[in-house]
């Protein structure tokens, strides 16, 4: 493969890695576009190889966020056991499935992750005390002290993470904008734990949708290993940036950007059909 | 805050993703498909490495229901590694130990 495509995929890993970093995002709803309306990649191929760079991206900022104990691990492995369930059977449906359908539903979750980001009025919800038993997690409050919360309504929560691991391998985007609303509105998560397990729970799911991807041969090898070393470059860069500038009002704005290229890919749609 | 299984788990993965950058970036140089390919691999199971050391730090602090747990997900992730019936042998053990587990735990606090 010629190096200056190399190159273009190692800037677009890495621009995505910055900006999943600044603005807690997977990198995939970068990714995926970009290959589809640059690189002309077909969806399922887009998907392996964002997962790849999802992976990398993940591994280069959670790494930190999980050594210094801000993600839950304990957690991450309770819910993982869903969302990789979810990630195989997505996996495997988008190897057979219509490309029109799996553009749709990536267009579905491309508005909507901007929608949630354009929105000012983003709720939150508080956690409830923890009881000392295998549901409840110590967490360090913004005061400094160490609190503790107990995980609700497990029963809506397995479910939930089935359909973000299917959504995840289906389309190549982390879920992190299905799970870490669940995480804080459903299960009462305190915000800053859940966005952090997000993110590491993220790695998880995209493994093993690029396992899949891999053993069916669609994976495009020099494609992915360009997105995952500009990912993963990205990321660290993106772990700096973030403490540097606020990037509240800057999120806003990538939320139109989001919505603006599920409309471009709306129009994809329209070529395909 | 920082427990022995964040901070192995954090370890685990730099560790394991900075290899695969190095093997992924020697692919490229090299103009090879197979160092290439085996760089993907090592980066994609980079967090399944997490998963194990988690496992193992758990297993150092005797907490054994999250041990069941993480050996739980690896045997879901394995079934696209190896052949079906030894990940659905991992998967079998661990629920029954979960759930052993679980029902040992429950007996000791009603007594």
Redesign the interface.
């Known amino acids: 493969m010629e190096l200056i495509i190399?190159a273009a995929l190692i800037l677009v890993g890495i621009l995505a890695g910055i900006l999943g970093g600044v603005f807690g995002l997977g990198g995939g709803v970068i990714f995926i576009p970009v290959l589809i309306l640059i690189f002309g990649l077909k969806p399922d191929e887009a998907a392996a190889i964002s997962l790849?760079g999802i992976?990398?991206g993940?591994?280069?900022s959670?790494?930190?966020?999980?050594?210094?104990?801000k993600?839950n691990?304990?957690l991450g492995?309770?819910l993982?056991?869903a969302s990789?369930?979810g990630a195989?059977v997505g996996a495997s449906l988008a190897i057979w499935m219509d490309d029109v359908f799996v553009l749709v539903v990536l267009i579905a979750v491309l508005a909507f992750t901007g929608y949630t980001m354009s929105r000012k009025d983003r709720r939150t919800a508080e956690p409830v005390e923890g009881n000392g038993d295998?549901l409840s997690f110590?967490?360090?409050a913004d005061d400094g002290t160490?609190k503790t919360f107990r995980l609700q309504h497990m029963s809506y929560a397995y479910p939930a993470c089935i359909g973000a691991g299917i959504v995840s391998s289906l389309t190549g985007i982390g879920g992190g904008a299905i799970k870490v609303p669940l995480m804080n509105l459903v299960m009462r998560v305190p915000i800053k734990v859940a966005t952090s397990t997000s993110s590491y729970m993220v790695?998880?799911t995209?493994?093993?949708g690029?396992?899949?991807y891999?053993?069916s041969g669609i994976?495009i090898?020099?494609y992915?290993?360009?997105i995952?070393?500009g990912a993963?470059i990205g990321s660290v860069m993106g772990a700096f940036i973030v403490k540097k500038i606020d990037a509240k009002h800057l999120k806003r704005y990538f939320g139109y950007v989001l919505i603006a290229v599920s409309l471009l890919m709306l129009y994809k749609v329209g070529g395909y059909t | 805050m920082t427990d022995k299984v964040s901070l192995w788990t954090g370890w685990a993965m730099r560790i394991s993703a900075v290899l695969g950058a190095v093997v992924l970036v020697a692919g490229i140089l090299l103009d090879s498909y197979d160092v290439t390919f085996y760089g993907i691999i090592l980066m994609v199971v980079s967090p399944l490495a997490g998963i194990a050391v988690s496992m193992v730090a758990l297993l150092v602090q005797r907490e054994m229901w999250w041990v069941y747990v993480a050996l739980l997900l690896i045997g879901i992730i394995l079934f696209e590694l190896v052949d079906w019936y030894y990940s659905a042998a991992v998967i079998i053990v661990a629920s029954v130990l979960m759930l052993a587990d679980y029902l040992l735990s429950r007996r000791n606090s009603t007594d």
Not at chain 1, 62 to 69: F, L, P, R, Y
Request: charged letters at 10%; aromatic letters at 2%.
């Open positions: 190399i790849v992976i990398a993940s591994l280069g959670t790494s930190v966020q999980v050594t210094s104990g993600a691990v304990r492995l309770l993982e056991i990789v369930v195989i295998r110590e967490y360090a160490t790695g998880i995209a493994l093993t690029a396992l899949v891999a053993t994976l090898t020099d992915a290993a360009g995952a070393i993963l």
